[in-house]
């Protein structure tokens, strides 16, 4: 085959093949072009300038927001300036003259500010004493976000036409617009952020009275033993009050699960079985905080609590490829998966030591696929366990 | 009868790693004993799984043919295989395990917080991991059919079912200890007959290998257009910043608990990693010295097999050929298991289960998916091999480290030191690096190898593709400033904040 084949000839085909596609794809798009009428261009090129700087309004009113949109908002306007002032000063100055007008925008725009109504300032207020600047009026609109003035908007030009003041107006409502859907996403952010926070933690109060109980019978009797255990306890309740970000590594987490079962192990003695199998990958795994803890938690209070004899309790962590998988096993008396249903569901709260919590966060972080998966019969024990990606978006330890 | 051994060291390999993949190796211990921090994985250990699931079949066979065909020029190949950690190390491994990404495409979505990007990266990653699968495949039909005389497509096939088997058994699971084994058994297996085979050309008096003048001289052209110097150099450079694209490399780094112990891990692998490769070039130099021609029907890819019975003969030399048959079968399985679980998860994540659920409206799928994707990730690269057999192994080894080089490397590098690399400039770096990288090897795969500055720059593409794309990523971020993500100083800080540094404001002081 290669003998047949002369390789500079097909490097040369090949080449001047791409660059004729390259060509007729290149035309194509000029012509497509050329069928929009004059209007249809000016609409079209107000529309993208438009949307570019929609963009940088999406973090709100910020020197650096305000700075990077008024590049987009001269472009429409066609003044020679823009300033963008807040109500405490100047955030932005866009175009030629900042250096001496600058310090003069905010002032202009206080009549603005006050009155929440369009302003047109001559050329006896906007003085310049430069022939060159280009500077002899200005336009002030309002910025109206959450009916409230947050801002201005001044268009600076060598005058002040009929024009230029409604399109600055104009532009003013649709900036407003866009900040009070900026004010919306953040408002969307901060209630995401207290519904994490209330459902963050909740230590059982069982727990803590148990715990405590458990530690004062050791006092008298063993009183090395007691001040061991009291130190177990103030890091259990340091970690699990702590107030760092949402999430914590899988190593972090069952290093707590450990102080939590020498607390209960306290209690049980012999009758608490423990065993663990945790492959070494998934220990870097980060989880939310406090989602394995109560599984142990409820594993050992049905596990035991309500059963004669000694009881088993396994948490197993294992590499799934791109996913961990976590899993508490209980030899207890189990339940009816109907009450586990209505606790998921939220509908009882009873008996489970933060079921519904520990589904309800990591449905909230990872998605809907990645719920507690709970399997149990009256008499059958019960098999708690859930998957984490190993990798999600916007998920890191602190 | 040196048949039969031989056959039963690659079953012995074969059973073993489906057994440890499927089942697992599990640990279990008392809450007594139990303390985490005590289990995560060391750098010691991590280095070792690193390392058996880096040296493969090129590494193991085709390193050595290559010295025994081409001359001292290939002393380069092991130097450039270990180099590449030595970039990996400095460059990228302690930012790469702060930003948390188990994948290439999860840092990609990390840094540049694009889909499109994640999604270009995805569809490296499955060429990568094929374009390496391909020789692997290779070796074993090669390593089967000079050991047992069975067609080149038996071992071939055999290697695919077994890691098929493998990955879709269970994602593998405890994949660090039996990766880490794998390196000590890989050693064993090639230094203990090249220490047998040296001990014996030693007291048969030491000749030196008859060999030609351009064996031994430094750069010496191969033929009136061969340009020694290019080639070597351009092969250096895929292999330097190439191994960082692998997607069997990173996702081992992920297994380090913090940025320190990925350095850590990263100083082990190529002390290891050195230690490996001072082997295969006793192998190239002993060839020369017992077969001054390469016999009729033998590959020189094949050299470190023949060697044995043609020095020792009777059971020893049979005990010595099974040992090194069964050394490059645990090459094959690490590397095509590790290699076949990232593409498999890459194809399962990105591709499959998307369109899975989507047709089942829901994850009726679950574990099948995954397993198809085995199959799939297996199937590919096995029929690319069949087709492709008469281009050697570690030619096929070299495109996949150019394609790596000329994608990853500028995506690695620049994300993670480059803070005005733009979403539109990443694409345009992945997208030129892949295309002319891809062409090269896509040329070179249907023509076959040609003289010549065009034969030279279409084998060895990485001197002109990875400056090319490094070139295109800058160039187009700094022209597109807008599309440079806003959170990038943000994760800047923390990707180069060691992990002892308190980020946090609140917290309880401790």
Request: net charge neutral; with cysteine; proline share 6%.
């Amino acid at each position: 085959m290669t003998a047949s084949f002369h390789v500079p000839t097909a490097i040369v085909v090949a080449g001047a093949m791409l660059l004729l596609g390259l060509g007729i794809w290149v035309a194509g798009r000029g012509r497509r072009r050329g069928f929009l009428s004059t209007v249809d261009r000016v609409t079209y090129s107000t529309l993208h300038t438009a949307s570019l700087a929609s963009r940088h309004l999406a973090d709100g009113l910020t020197p650096d927001a305000a700075d990077r949109a008024g590049r987009h908002l001269l472009t429409i306007l066609g003044a020679s300036s823009v300033a963008i002032c807040d109500t405490s000063g100047l955030l932005s100055w866009t175009g030629p003259g900042g250096d001496h007008h600058g310090k003069d925008a905010h002032d202009h725009a206080s009549a603005t500010r006050t009155s929440g109504a369009p302003t047109v300032l001559g050329s006896d207020v906007v003085t310049c004493s430069d022939p060159d600047c280009p500077i002899r009026a200005a336009v002030t609109a309002p910025l109206v976000a959450d009916e409230r003035v947050v801002g201005t908007l001044t268009a600076y030009a060598p005058a002040a036409s009929a024009g230029l003041a409604r399109a600055t107006g104009e532009l003013a409502r649709w900036v407003s617009a866009e900040l009070d859907v900026a004010e919306l996403g953040r408002a969307r952010t901060r209630a995401m952020e207290a519904e994490l926070r209330a459902l963050r933690a909740q230590i059982s109060p069982h727990f803590i009275y148990n715990s405590l109980g458990a530690i004062a019978s050791f006092v008298r009797t063993d009183p090395p033993r007691a001040r061991e255990l009291l130190l177990e306890f103030a890091d259990f309740t340091r970690y699990a009050l702590r107030q760092g970000g949402p999430f914590t590594t899988l190593a972090e987490e069952l290093r707590n699960v450990e102080r939590y079962l020498v607390l209960e192990q306290a209690r049980f003695g012999d009758r608490l079985q423990v065993s663990l199998l945790i492959a070494p990958e998934v220990l870097p795994v980060r989880i939310p905080y406090l989602a394995v803890q109560p599984l142990v938690e409820n594993a050992v209070r049905h596990g035991l609590a309500a059963k004669e004899g000694v009881g088993h309790v396994t948490i197993t962590a294992s590499d799934q490829g791109s996913e961990a998988e976590i899993t508490v096993d209980d030899d207890g008396v189990g339940t009816s998966p109907e009450a586990v249903q209505q606790v998921l569901d939220g509908v009882s709260r009873a008996d489970s030591v933060g079921l519904g919590n520990v589904d309800a966060r990591l449905r909230q972080v990872y998605g809907d696929e990645f719920g507690l998966v709970v399997e149990t019969a009256v008499g059958a024990g019960t098999k708690v366990s859930f998957r984490v990606p190993k990798y999600a978006p916007g998920v890191h330890a602190e | 009868m040196g048949d039969s051994l031989s056959v039963v060291a690659v079953a012995l390999v074969c059973v073993t790693t489906v057994a440890v993949g499927g089942l697992g190796l599990r640990l279990s211990r008392r809450t007594s004993d139990f303390y985490v921090a005590g289990r995560t994985v060391s750098p010691r250990l991590n280095a070792s799984a690193i390392s058996g699931e880096y040296l493969s079949a090129a590494s193991f066979l085709g390193v050595a043919g290559l010295i025994y065909d081409q001359g001292v020029d290939l002393l380069w190949l092991p130097v450039g295989y270990t180099l590449g950690y030595l970039v990996l190390l400095v460059m990228v491994a302690a930012p790469m395990r702060r930003s948390g990404a188990y994948t290439l495409p999860d840092f990609a979505e990390a840094r540049l917080g694009s889909v499109l990007v994640r999604r270009l990266a995805a569809v490296l990653v499955v060429a990568i991991g094929w374009l390496y699968l391909v020789p692997q495949f290779q070796g074993a039909g090669l390593a089967l059919a000079l050991v047992t005389g069975a067609p080149a497509w038996v071992g071939a096939a055999l290697v695919a079912v077994v890691v098929a088997l493998a990955v879709g058994a269970g994602g593998m699971r405890s994949i660090t200890f039996v990766q880490a084994m794998q390196y000590w058994i890989k050693l064993t297996c090639l230094a203990v007959p090249a220490f047998v085979l040296l001990a014996l050309w030693a007291r048969s008096g030491g000749g030196l290998p008859p060999v030609t003048e351009s064996w031994w001289t430094p750069f010496a052209p191969r033929s009136a257009d061969d340009h020694p110097v290019y080639r070597t150099a351009s092969m250096m450079l895929a292999l330097c910043l190439g191994t960082m694209g692998l997607p069997h490399v990173l996702v081992r780094y992920y297994t380090n608990p913090d940025g320190v112990a990925a350095r850590r891990t990263t100083t082990s692998v190529i002390a290891l990693l050195g230690l490996f490769y001072l082997v295969p070039p006793v192998y190239a130099v002993l060839g020369r010295v017992h077969l001054p021609s390469l016999p009729p029907g033998v590959r020189s890819d094949t050299i470190v097999l023949e060697l044995p019975e043609r020095v020792v003969s009777g059971v020893s030399g049979d005990v010595l050929t099974a040992m090194l048959a069964g050394g490059a079968f645990a090459a094959l399985l690490s590397t095509a298991s590790g290699l076949a679980m990232s593409v498999t998860g890459v194809l399962h994540q990105e591709f499959l289960r998307p369109r899975l659920s989507r047709l089942t409206g829901g994850d009726a799928f679950g574990f099948g998916g995954f397993r198809l994707a085995a199959v799939v990730a297996v199937i590919v690269p096995f029929f690319v091999a069949r087709h492709v057999e008469q281009i050697g192994i570690a030619t096929t080894v070299g495109f996949a480290f150019s394609l790596a080089a000329a994608t990853f490397a500028p995506l690695l590098m620049l994300g993670v030191w480059w803070r005005r690399l733009s979403r539109v400039g990443a694409v345009a770096g992945l997208v030129v690096g892949a295309v002319a990288a891809t062409s090269a090897a896509l040329t070179t795969f249907v023509f076959g190898p040609m003289g010549g500055w065009p034969g030279a720059l279409l084998a060895n593409p990485a001197a002109w593709c990875t400056p090319l794309a490094f070139a295109t990523t800058v160039l187009v971020s700094l022209a597109t400033p807008t599309s440079v993500p806003r959170d990038t100083a943000r994760l800047m800080v923390r990707l180069h904040t060691p992990e002892r540094v308190d980020l946090a404001r609140s917290r309880i002081p401790e």
